[in-house]
């Protein structure tokens, strides 16, 4: 199942940055077509997690929360596998949340699971 979700998670990936290389976004003030996968974690995880989520049977979408006010504030979608995390910018998947590479130096999150597959 690991090598499916494996699968998964790199089309899904691929299908993202295809879009976001066809049709641009914004990054700060410059409307860009060089889509990489720390792109796709900072403004369309929920679309990736969401997509994987509901292709891979024993995924789960978990949304990780800082305090708002906080002053390092992170938002980020990801997918909890089998206690292990992933996201567009980490396909091996970690043990520690805190690994992931955009959280790297950042306080711990609260995780909270949104979405079970079908």
Request: hydrophobic fraction near 35%; include cysteine.
């Amino acid at each position: 199942m690991v090598n499916r979700l494996r699968t998964v998670m790199e089309a899904e990936t691929q299908r993202l940055l295809q879009l976001l290389r066809t049709g641009g976004f914004w990054y700060r003030d410059q409307y860009r077509y060089d889509a990489t996968p720390w792109d796709i974690n900072n403004g369309c995880c929920e679309d990736w997690a969401e997509a994987v989520a509901s292709q891979v049977r024993g995924a789960y979408v978990l949304w990780l929360d800082d305090d708002e006010d906080a002053p390092h504030y992170c938002r980020h979608c990801v997918i909890d596998y089998r206690r292990r995390y992933y996201d567009a910018d980490c396909l091996d998947g970690v043990d520690d949340v805190m690994d992931l590479p955009i959280l790297k130096g950042k306080k711990r999150p609260r995780g909270r699971r949104l979405l079970r597959p079908a």
